[in-house]
């Protein structure tokens, strides 16, 4: 049987393991070519999208903060790949570039995406973004938990030893853990200490689960934390266990119950990068292994029930955002929270019947190549056995 097709509770470990392998290496693939078709060389960044148009797929816009996460990708593969990526180019120059174009109004994420690719390549403008981040007081500031998270990410997940600040780091980890929820496992959407909206502080997506995850896995191995490694793993946990009856990573959760609020959209950078690198790098901290889980993350994508077929267009070479409900603006979920806000209880009943969940998001963007890259480098292989 086909493992496409066959059930991946039905398989052994080493079937798992080999069907990984296989939908990993596509991925890579995949994501590379498409990398080719978002960079700009002559700006040195990548797009924002490639968005189907009535004139076919289109390059739009240019973001840095995209760049910097194709390069956070970049880091851990061979030269060879680097440079199909970037048409010949210098990653240490497209970096020198990405800090270059960092000012007093960047925002958190912007410069802790770049001070992160920049430790990743042990960059000699490192200590430069590292003085960026101090300015902007990850810390304290009103930013949101994915945000904070990257920043922890930025300073722990690599070793550079000239852009360094353990204090910092310490201090950010204190931070996301005083915005987990330890009765639902759940992280806020933003900081407990932020300014989160009335109507929606209840309400975490999928990104405030990962990105958190990862960050404290990091941390752990950097400061031997435990009680940064026992959130992320509580946390993991969670997220596996409210996993879709397909695989599927939901989006909007209640913090306060740790139920589902809304499961739609569905993104495909959950289900093939997001998900997994935040479940390996969980992996390497604790040992705790979610294969099952990547692995019916990763079916999903290869066939998605919702839409009889797959994200991943083999025509186009690209694998689209997201399979989403056919509604008017984001009229489900932000009923679903206002709902929710009423009585936790609370539901907005037949949206499925009403507004199905068959609508195809035709856009890819590359951050989300940029961290397939990521998940699938040799960063998360596991260690060789000795004898």
Known sequence: MNTATQ???????????SYITQQASQL???????LVRMYDPQNRTFCHCIRRTGQGDQVEGTSTRYAATVLIGLAEHPDALV??????????ELCSSLIARLSNDSELGEIALTLWAARAMNHVDAPKALDMLRRVKPQ???????????????????????????????????RLLRSFNGDTALFSHVPLDANPSAMRAHVACFADLVYPIQALSFYYRFAK????LAAATRCGQRMCDGQGPQGQWW????????????????????????????LLALKQASGVCHGDAIARGLQWLEDSPEIGGSLFDKDAD?????????????????????ASKVHPSLRVPAANTIFPPTYIDYETRPYHMGWILYAWSDRFAPAPKTT
Do not use: F
């Open 83 to 92: 440079n199909e990526v970037l048409l010949g180019q210098s990653a240490d």
């Open 318 to 338: 690209l694998i689209w955002r997201k399979v989403a409900r056919r509604e008017p603006g984001k009229l489900v979920r932000g009923l679903q929270a206002t």
């Open 251 to 278: 989006w909007h959760h209640d913090v306060r119950t740790g139920r589902c609020l809304e499961e739609y959209p569905v993104y495909s950078v959950h289900q093939d990068s997001m998900a997994p690198m935040a």
């Open 7 to 17: 059930p991946l509770t039905h398989m052994a470990v080493t079937e798992l393991d």
């Open 225 to 228: 934390d435990s009680e940064a």
């Open 28 to 34: 890579c693939e995949v994501a590379v070519r498409s």
């Open 140 to 174: 304290s500031c009103n930013a949101p938990t994915v945000e904070v998270a990257w920043a922890l990410s930025a300073l722990v997940a690599d070793d550079c030893e000239s852009a360094r600040d353990d204090e910092l780091a310490k201090q950010i980890a204190d």
